[in-house]
């Protein structure tokens, strides 16, 4: 069973930037098309950005230009670069597979407020 932990969440200022992480447990994490998705209160969850295990990416257009997704396989850790952040990016984020999801780890919260 895999385990996902989100974290790297925060308050931050309009214009600011974060970082988020996500640590996948168990050996074989390379192999799937990671994603990060993001749940406004009231609003569905959505995807935001997605990565293949070669590193090649996609991003919702709410967020193209501004968020980078990475990852390291060797750590079996999946990263979102937010920079620009508005008020409108304000949701909890999560990491999972692109399809056939695993589990779902805890979030963690992002706040884009003055």
């Known amino acids: 069973q895999v385990q996902l932990v989100e974290s790297g969440g925060g308050l931050v200022l309009p214009g600011g930037s974060l970082r988020l992480s996500c640590a996948a447990s168990g050996n074989i994490f390379d192999i799937y098309v990671m994603g990060w998705y993001r749940q406004a209160p009231g609003k569905q969850r959505e995807l935001v950005a997605a990565?293949?295990?070669?590193?090649?990416?996609n991003y919702a257009d709410s967020v193209k230009g501004r968020f980078t997704i990475s990852r390291d396989n060797a750590k079996n850790t999946v990263y979102l670069q937010m920079n620009s952040l508005k008020p409108e990016d304000t949701a909890v984020y999560y990491c999972n597979k692109r399809t056939d999801w695993f589990a779902w780890g805890q979030g963690t919260q992002v706040t884009v407020s003055s």
């Open positions: 990565i293949t295990s070669g590193g090649s990416t």
